[in-house]
């Protein structure tokens, strides 16, 4: 058995943390860091040990901040302007009092909030809220955006869902990394093998036939026309030569083998169509897990109120839950679509964090789990570091 000791980066509605595994199953917390900014997203490139966190929102803007000291301080690369730019530009002594200064954000008004990061050789991508996507050649000091996503054809049809039209998957072929995939709600999956030139969408049923999808058929975001739905909620790529990748959207769990040309529905034997994050083991392509939720308008709580992770060993064609060291009883959180993570430890170890503080680890691929840090702000998502 060999266990890694990663770094988990959390970002939250205050800011970023970032949790530091220690000797005999030990974790500290350090932060918030970015100013205590809504942090959606936090990555890390375990070549470097460069960290980025994105977030923002309406009163800040968006923004990008770099750490290269492993999270003891960061650097802004503030993208687009808020409202409390627009303030302090017309008062100078809130301004004096909030510490601003005139700044040059490249992009305006024309986005709030980074949603989503992405490592791809040495470049680093960005998705935005509404949907965009931006590049960093220069390690995320500065940005441009990748014009050709926002040219698309079916740009025009692109909804926005509950939470917007947000661009908030970015994944890369960690062999070829100008082969990208894309997910946005309420646009589906998109792909490319040019680094971004030109794109594909790719949400096609792998059946001729509609799926018997019961409650899901009178769904907006439920399959039809051909299509597997929209509102896709997260999407992970499987390890080895093949182009698996699994997609959670808002009625289901789907398959693709063949890099999001076709999508198989694997949703039965889970108790439920609704839900969040996914993740794909480190080496084993046909091993997933996902975190299912009652329902969009039920609470969005694990069914019956029992937290649990249910685990897939043969690509979705069977299922079993994960409950040891979890809540059974009066369990009402919410796991959010980039909140779940795991490392490349043998076994593999997993991470969940809640909306209501907490973060869960298993050392064990899922067999047992242990809460590892509690009253957090709201967890908006969970990744690992692992350096060296």
Same mark, same amino acid.
């Given at each position: 058995?060999?266990?890694?000791?990663?770094?988990?980066?959390?970002?939250?509605?205050?800011?970023?943390?970032?949790?530091?595994?220690?000797?005999?199953?030990?974790?500290?917390?350090?932060?918030?860091?970015?100013?205590?900014?809504?942090?959606?997203?936090?990555?890390?490139?375990?070549?470097?040990?460069?960290?980025?966190?994105?977030?923002?929102?309406?009163?800040?803007?968006?923004?990008?901040?770099?750490?290269?000291?492993?999270?003891?301080?960061?650097?802004?690369?503030?993208?687009?302007?808020?409202?409390?730019?627009?303030?302090?530009?017309?008062?100078?002594?809130?301004?004096?009092?909030?510490?601003?200064?005139?700044?040059?954000?490249?992009?305006?008004?024309?986005?709030?909030?980074?949603?989503?990061?992405?490592?791809?050789?040495?470049?680093?991508?960005?998705?935005?809220?509404?949907?965009?996507?931006?590049?960093?050649?220069?390690?995320?000091?500065?940005?441009?955006?990748?014009?050709?996503?926002?040219?698309?054809?079916?740009?025009?049809?692109?909804?926005?869902?509950?939470?917007?039209?947000?661009?908030?998957?970015?994944?890369?072929?960690?062999?070829?990394?100008?082969?990208?995939?894309?997910?946005?709600?309420?646009?589906?999956?998109?792909?490319?093998?040019?680094?971004?030139?030109?794109?594909?969408?790719?949400?096609? @049923?792998?059946? +001729?036939?509609?799926? /018997?999808? %019961?409650?899901? =058929?009178?769904?907006?975001? &439920?399959?039809?026309? !051909?299509? #597997?739905?929209?509102?896709?909620?997260?999407?992970?790529?499987?390890?080895?030569?093949?182009?698996?990748?699994?997609?959670?959207?808002?009625?289901?769990?789907?398959?693709?083998?063949?890099?999001?040309?076709?999508?198989?529905?694997?949703?039965?034997?889970?108790?439920?169509?609704?839900?969040?994050?996914?993740?794909?083991?480190?080496?084993?392509?046909?091993?997933?897990?996902?975190?299912?939720?009652?329902?969009?308008?039920?609470?969005?709580?694990?069914?019956?109120?029992?937290?649990?992770?249910?685990?897939?060993?043969?690509?979705?064609?069977?299922?079993?839950?994960?409950?040891?060291?979890?809540?059974?009883?009066?369990?009402?959180?919410?796991? @959010?679509?980039? +909140?779940?993570?795991? /490392?490349? %430890?043998?076994? =593999?170890?997993?991470?969940? &964090?809640?909306?209501? !503080?907490? #973060?869960?680890?298993?050392?064990?691929?899922?067999?047992?789990?242990?809460?590892?840090?509690?009253?957090?702000?709201?967890?908006?998502?969970?990744?690992?570091?692992?350096?060296?």
């Amino acid at each position: 058995m060999m266990r890694t000791r990663p770094s988990l980066l959390v970002g939250t509605t205050k800011g970023a943390f970032i949790l530091d595994s220690g000797a005999e199953g030990a974790w500290s917390v350090r932060g918030p860091f970015c100013d205590g900014w809504p942090i959606n997203h936090v990555v890390g490139d375990p070549a470097t040990g460069t960290l980025w966190a994105g977030g923002g929102g309406d009163w800040t803007g968006a923004g990008v901040w770099r750490s290269t000291d492993g999270g003891h301080s960061w650097t802004l690369a503030k993208l687009s302007t808020g409202q409390m730019d627009a303030w302090a530009s017309k008062d100078p002594e809130f301004a004096a009092m909030v510490g601003w200064t005139q700044g040059q954000e490249p992009f305006g008004a024309e986005f709030s909030q980074v949603w989503s990061l992405g490592v791809a050789g040495d470049r680093v991508y960005a998705g935005t809220k509404p949907a965009a996507l931006l590049a960093s050649d220069d390690g995320g000091v500065t940005w441009a955006e990748v014009e050709s996503l926002r040219k698309h054809p079916s740009a025009q049809e692109w909804n926005p869902g509950a939470a917007g039209l947000v661009l908030h998957t970015v994944l890369a072929d960690p062999g070829d990394p100008t082969r990208l995939w894309l997910g946005i709600s309420a646009a589906g999956v998109f792909a490319s093998k040019d680094a971004g030139g030109q794109w594909e969408r790719r949400n096609s @049923l792998a059946l +001729a036939e509609e799926p /018997d999808a %019961g409650a899901m =058929a009178d769904h907006p975001g &439920g399959p039809g026309g !051909g299509e #597997v739905g929209l509102c896709v909620h997260h999407i992970v790529r499987a390890p080895g030569p093949g182009d698996v990748l699994y997609q959670r959207n808002h009625v289901g769990v789907w398959r693709s083998g063949d890099g999001g040309l076709t999508w198989t529905d694997i949703t039965a034997g889970l108790p439920s169509t609704f839900g969040f994050p996914m993740r794909v083991h480190p080496r084993d392509p046909d091993t997933i897990w996902t975190i299912p939720l009652n329902g969009d308008m039920e609470g969005r709580y694990p069914p019956d109120a029992a937290a649990a992770v249910w685990r897939s060993t043969d690509g979705g064609s069977t299922w079993e839950a994960q409950r040891d060291g979890l809540p059974q009883e009066a369990c009402f959180f919410t796991v @959010l679509r980039q +909140a779940m993570a795991g /490392d490349t %430890g043998d076994p =593999a170890g997993l991470y969940f &964090g809640t909306n209501t !503080g907490s #973060v869960f680890a298993s050392p064990d691929e899922g067999e047992s789990w242990a809460e590892i840090a509690r009253h957090l702000p709201t967890v908006l998502s969970v990744e690992t570091l692992e350096v060296g």
